[in-house]
């Protein structure tokens, strides 16, 4: 415990190797584990078959109408920061991964991916699961990575609240609703608001989705957030490159007028 | 009559298969738990290994293989390293005190002393992870956790229990 404290590279480094061997087996298990659920969910799913189907056909409906509204969206921005002049801001890149191990517990909130840096993570990259925004890469090896989660005591991640803009720190402390530190004295925010990541500092790119402001009984005590993904049950997260542009996945890409010509149809 | 190479395997073989039984478990109590509705607290494995190979063949569980074992499973799981490690040492040095006591006595007095074993090994995990994160531990996690963990320890003192007749029935 002292040596883990007095060097943390080299526990890091130990730890990291450890982990990159295990991580083999640990997929192994986990992927029996996987299909014994996926055995149980079709079961239960034979039954509601009919009325998933129907659901599933009015929501596809609205999502293409959704994707069009957004490539319609991205155009417009497009042409309007072209006119600005402005600079364009990164874009996002996703490394998709699958959660291994997840054991530590209400001792340490972190879980292992299979994905490292052969595959492009990298430390201190934001992770998503489907609802939001859940952690941070901590520790990369070649073929894992550990994932410190938002609610891990060890976790600090610069955050704002919608739609006003205060900014704060989402801190963790082993709770399933990390606490909103460093608010202006002035911010005024309700309960419901919804909070994302700020950008501040230049580690993770702004705007991903955390969670809403929950409201305290002590008002002396500081606020807390409700995230997005408070199930504890990951399966899939993606890490994000936060970097290069990329264009998104089967948009086409935005039509940008030269100054001074007609702006496009 | 000197011992020659395949026997010197042999013999290596058996003396490692505990520890490599005890990893594997530790490394199945760390992976993510199925989505089936069960508990998604875990038992811990690395003890009820600890707990049985120091009693039944403390030669296949030394302190330093206890130690070991420990420091695996802080390593796995992101605990501060050490915290596991100092709690299996210490079950395997108490548990290797009370070796007589535990041989003589039935399997219901050995699987209470078990619980008291795993209650213990909670709380001074929880203790060392308090006094370094200056955060004290979820005692309901906690509590199940090691409810978990003694009412598993008659299945896998089976298990463990013939995989032991096995490996040194020539012994027998």
Same mark, same amino acid.
């Given at each position: 415990?002292?040596?883990?404290?007095?060097?943390?590279?080299?526990?890091?480094?130990?730890?990291?190797?450890?982990?990159?061997?295990?991580?083999?087996?640990?997929?192994?298990?986990?992927?029996?584990?996987?299909?014994?659920?996926?055995?149980?969910?079709?079961?239960?799913?034979?039954?509601?078959?009919?009325?998933?189907?129907?659901?599933?056909?009015?929501?596809?409906?609205?999502?293409?109408?959704?994707?069009?509204?957004?490539?319609?969206?991205? =155009?417009?921005?497009?042409?309007?920061?072209?006119?600005?002049?402005?600079?364009?801001? $990164?874009?996002?890149?996703?490394?998709?991964?699958?959660?291994?191990?997840?054991?530590?517990? *209400?001792?340490?909130?972190?879980?292992?991916?299979?994905?490292?840096?052969?595959?492009? =993570?990298?430390?201190?990259?934001? =992770?998503?699961?489907?609802?939001? #925004?859940?952690?941070?890469?901590?520790?990369?090896?070649?073929?894992?990575?550990?994932?410190? &989660?938002?609610?891990?005591?060890?976790?600090?991640?610069?955050?704002?609240?919608?739609?006003?803009?205060?900014?704060?720190?989402?801190?963790?402390?082993?709770?399933?609703?990390?606490?909103?530190?460093?608010?202006?004295?002035?911010?005024?925010?309700?309960?419901?608001?919804?909070?994302?990541? *700020?950008?501040?500092?230049?580690? #993770?790119?702004?705007?991903?989705?955390?969670?809403?402001?929950?409201?305290?009984?002590?008002?002396?005590? $500081?606020?807390?957030?409700? &995230?997005?993904?408070?199930?504890?049950?990951?399966?899939?997260?993606?890490?994000?490159?936060?970097?290069?542009?990329?264009? &998104?996945?089967?948009?086409?890409?935005?039509?940008?007028?030269?100054?001074?010509?007609?702006? $496009?149809? | 009559?000197?011992?020659?190479?395949?026997?010197?395997?042999?013999?290596? @073989?058996?003396?490692?298969?505990?520890?490599?039984?005890?990893?594997?478990?530790?490394?199945?109590?760390?992976?993510?738990?199925?989505?089936? @509705?069960?508990?998604?607290?875990?038992?811990?494995?690395?003890?009820?290994?600890?707990?049985?190979?120091?009693?039944?063949?403390?030669?296949?569980?030394?302190?330093?293989?206890?130690?070991?074992? @420990? +420091?695996?499973?802080?390593?796995?799981?992101? %605990?501060?390293?050490?915290?596991?490690?100092?709690?299996?040492?210490?079950?395997?040095?108490?548990?290797?005190?009370?070796?007589?006591?535990?041989?003589?006595?039935?399997?219901?007095?050995?699987?209470?002393?078990?619980?008291?074993?795993?209650?213990?090994?909670?709380?001074?995990? @929880?203790? +060392? %992870?308090? %006094?370094?994160?200056?955060?004290?531990?979820?005692?309901?996690?906690?509590?199940?956790?090691?409810?978990?963990?003694?009412?598993?320890?008659?299945?896998?003192?089976?298990?463990?229990?013939?995989?032991?007749?096995?490996?040194?029935?020539?012994?027998?």
């Amino acid at each position: 415990m002292m040596l883990g404290k007095a060097d943390i590279a080299i526990v890091q480094h130990v730890r990291t190797a450890v982990v990159d061997l295990s991580t083999p087996a640990l997929g192994l298990v986990t992927g029996a584990f996987d299909a014994a659920e996926t055995g149980a969910e079709r079961l239960g799913d034979l039954a509601a078959v009919l009325d998933e189907n129907a659901a599933l056909k009015t929501e596809i409906n609205a999502m293409r109408e959704w994707r069009r509204r957004a490539i319609n969206l991205g =155009v417009e921005n497009a042409e309007l920061r072209n006119l600005l002049n402005l600079r364009p801001d $990164p874009t996002l890149g996703f490394v998709s991964g699958r959660v291994v191990a997840d054991r530590g517990g *209400s001792f340490v909130r972190s879980v292992v991916v299979d994905v490292g840096d052969q595959h492009g =993570v990298g430390e201190d990259q934001a =992770v998503l699961s489907p609802e939001g #925004f859940i952690g941070r890469t901590v520790e990369v090896g070649r073929w894992s990575s550990r994932i410190l &989660l938002a609610t891990d005591l060890n976790s600090r991640i610069p955050v704002q609240i919608q739609p006003r803009g205060w900014r704060g720190v989402m801190a963790g402390d082993n709770s399933e609703r990390p606490k909103l530190l460093y608010l202006a004295e002035i911010a005024k925010f309700e309960p419901g608001d919804q909070v994302v990541t *700020s950008g501040h500092g230049g580690v #993770f790119p702004p705007g991903l989705p955390v969670g809403v402001v929950e409201p305290t009984p002590d008002p002396e005590a $500081p606020p807390r957030i409700r &995230l997005f993904d408070d199930h504890g049950r990951l399966t899939f997260v993606r890490i994000v490159q936060f970097g290069e542009a990329k264009p &998104l996945d089967g948009a086409p890409g935005p039509r940008v007028a030269e100054r001074g010509s007609p702006a $496009p149809e | 009559m000197r011992e020659t190479f395949e026997q010197r395997v042999d013999r290596w @073989g058996r003396a490692m298969t505990p520890m490599v039984i005890a990893a594997l478990l530790v490394l199945l109590a760390t992976a993510r738990d199925p989505d089936l @509705g069960v508990s998604a607290v875990a038992p811990n494995m690395a003890l009820i290994c600890v707990y049985f190979w120091s009693a039944q063949r403390p030669e296949a569980m030394s302190p330093a293989a206890a130690f070991a074992l @420990g +420091l695996f499973q802080d390593l796995l799981t992101g %605990f501060a390293p050490g915290v596991n490690a100092m709690t299996l040492l210490l079950a395997h040095v108490l548990v290797a005190g009370q070796l007589r006591f535990l041989l003589s006595q039935s399997f219901l007095v050995a699987w209470c002393a078990f619980a008291i074993f795993a209650i213990g090994a909670e709380a001074l995990r @929880g203790g +060392l %992870f308090w %006094f370094f994160a200056d955060r004290p531990p979820d005692l309901a996690e906690a509590g199940l956790r090691v409810a978990v963990t003694t009412a598993l320890h008659p299945f896998f003192a089976w298990a463990l229990g013939k995989l032991d007749g096995r490996l040194y029935r020539d012994e027998a």
